[in-house]
């Protein structure tokens, strides 16, 4: 059902991956890297299940948190198949997920701490350099795939699409738990491959205060990395602040 319409009074050190050449209005007005992306989080249902655990911080402290050029220790598995120069992500999981509303169906959200190298091994342990840290690096974090997200360098243009108003998403979370958004900045949302989702794709973002009110527009993203259930996108515009608790996120098909 359509809803009518109030428009508002506007409508790394260790890795050196630089922004692809794209227009702004397809990776946002700030410079976008692969690591924004990587680091945003990423709400799942199921629980991984991971061998490589950091076990401590290499410092003449107590620390238990790493930072960029920092080292690790990594405990070892039989045939975790762990080499010296290996690049890895580093990963948490966050339970329950964060912001949970009604109808949500995910249960953890899982957290990217940074990106790692491993610089030496033995039989039952192993050193990681810390290459680059979305967050603090601690004591129990998991080692996963290394993969560099893609930027989507065109997208459909925004002219020749309508917001589709049968079919709204919530807007889940951001870097490190973030929940308030603003031109740049990067965020996931609760739509996927299984919901018909693909890198390039624009949504509007509309306030919607569940009160009978019309929506008002917010913003404009783009989707920069789709899984299965969830897709992480870019702002690529945003008159007011974006924000998890009111906005909705609605994709923009052709007329």
């Given at each position: 059902m359509k809803t009518a319409l109030i428009a508002t009074a506007a409508l790394f050190t260790a890795l050196p991956a630089l922004a692809q050449d794209a227009p702004k209005d397809v990776q946002g007005p700030k410079t976008l890297t692969p690591w924004m992306v990587a680091c945003t989080d990423l709400p799942v249902r199921t629980r991984p299940?991971?061998?490589?655990?950091i076990t401590g911080v290499r410092a003449i402290d107590d620390r238990t948190a790493a930072g960029n050029g920092q080292e690790i220790d990594i405990n070892r598995t039989p045939n975790d198949g762990l080499a010296v120069g290996q690049r890895y992500a580093v990963r948490r999981v966050q339970s329950p997920a964060l912001f949970?509303?009604?109808?949500?169906?995910?249960?953890?959200?899982?957290?990217?701490a940074g990106f790692v190298t491993i610089t030496a091994i033995d039989e039952n342990n192993a050193l990681a350099n810390v290459d680059?840290?979305?967050?603090?690096?601690v004591e129990g974090d998991y080692l996963d795939v290394y993969s560099e997200p893609p930027l989507p360098?065109?997208?459909a243009p925004s002219i020749e699409m309508l917001p589709d108003w049968d079919d709204r998403s919530k807007i889940l979370t951001g870097t490190d738990g973030k929940s308030i958004f603003g031109d740049g900045?990067?965020?996931t949302?609760?739509?996927?491959?299984?919901?018909?989702?693909?890198?390039?794709?624009?949504?509007?973002?509309?306030?919607?205060?569940?009160?009978?009110?019309?929506?008002f527009?917010?913003?404009?993203?783009?989707?920069?990395?789709p899984f299965q259930q969830?897709?992480?996108?870019?702002?690529?515009?945003?008159?007011?602040?974006?924000?998890?608790?009111?906005?909705?996120?609605i994709p923009r098909r052709p007329r």
């Open positions: 299940e991971p061998r490589l655990i949970p509303g009604p109808g949500d169906t995910t249960t953890m959200t899982i957290r990217t680059l840290a979305c967050t603090a690096v360098t065109v997208a900045d990067t965020m949302i609760e739509r996927g491959v299984v919901h018909g989702v693909f890198a390039g794709q624009r949504f509007s973002i509309w306030r919607d205060y569940r009160n009978r009110m019309p929506l527009y917010i913003g404009d993203i783009v989707i920069v990395e969830t897709s992480k996108a870019v702002v690529i515009k945003a008159v007011d602040a974006i924000m998890i608790t009111t906005d909705v996120a």
